[in-house]
């Protein structure tokens, strides 16, 4: 029972151990400490009281040798997880309201999605997003939430022509009633059903590229995206 969390943990401590990763954790943390003064205190604090806990147990088990390096271990990597959630909640604070901000959330996304950002937009500047997965066509707006349902409903319209019976989803990203905050995105498509295997993937991928682009187009630049900075933590078997 001990090896297991022992293993996992000794990964994790070795993961941050890079002089890459080292200075990725500086720059978080720099971030952190701007965002949320708390953060690094009870990431400190975790590992502290993990370690304690486990020296005690082991001085009073007399298997000090054994459990406490284990303590240790474990500290590191819980300190290191909840690190990197609240890392993660500050980049979503960061990016949330700025133009593109959904699509720098959809491709830092796991698994096999194909996301091609601003695939429709209006010279308002609302814009809608497209991924390709599992669970079919998934169109995220980012927009007014007035101009957003006729945008996504010609977008879904176009789309339907060549999807057939794969499923289209569309979403809403923002702050305004009936919108889906930018920091619960990335987990509401992960809920989405798996309705096509991988070959109908690439297949509706495929086909997906040789739609011809809207007629409307905004004028001006379109909006900048970026991927999402990944926090450190740790990675179990």
């Not at 996992?8 to 200075?23: C, I, N």
């Not at 720099?30 to 005690?56: D, E, H, Q």
């Not at 349902?149 to 989803?169: M, N």
Request: hydrophobic share 45%; charged share 20%; glycine share 10%.
């Amino acid at each position: 029972m001990v090896n297991k969390p022992a293993s996992a943990a000794k990964k994790a401590a070795s993961d941050a151990g890079g002089p890459g990763r080292l200075k990725q954790i500086g720059m978080v943390a720099g971030i952190l400490r701007k965002s949320n003064p708390k953060a690094l205190p009870i990431v400190i604090g975790t590992a502290v009281l993990i370690i304690a806990a486990f020296s005690v147990a082991g001085v009073l088990s007399h298997t000090a040798p054994v459990i406490i390096p284990t303590g240790v271990l474990t500290g590191v990597a819980a300190a290191m997880i909840i690190f990197g959630r609240f890392a993660q909640t500050a980049q979503y604070a960061a990016i949330s309201g700025q133009p593109g901000a959904a699509a720098a959330v959809l491709q830092s996304m796991r698994g096999n999605w194909t996301v091609t950002p601003a695939v429709s937009a209006n010279r308002n500047m609302d814009v809608v997003h497209r991924a390709v997965g599992r669970p079919g066509v998934v169109l995220i707006g980012e927009g007014s939430p007035v101009r957003l349902p006729s945008l996504l409903a010609a977008e879904k319209k176009r789309i339907a022509r060549i999807a057939q019976d794969v499923p289209i989803y569309d979403i809403q990203v923002g702050d305004e009633k009936g919108q889906l905050a930018i920091r619960q995105l990335q987990r509401h498509i992960m809920k989405l059903p798996r309705n096509i295997k991988g070959q109908a993937v690439a297949d509706l991928n495929f086909r997906l590229k040789a739609l011809p682009p809207p007629l409307q187009m905004p004028k001006g630049p379109l909006p900048r995206t970026g991927r999402i900075p990944k926090a450190p933590r740790p990675r179990t078997r």
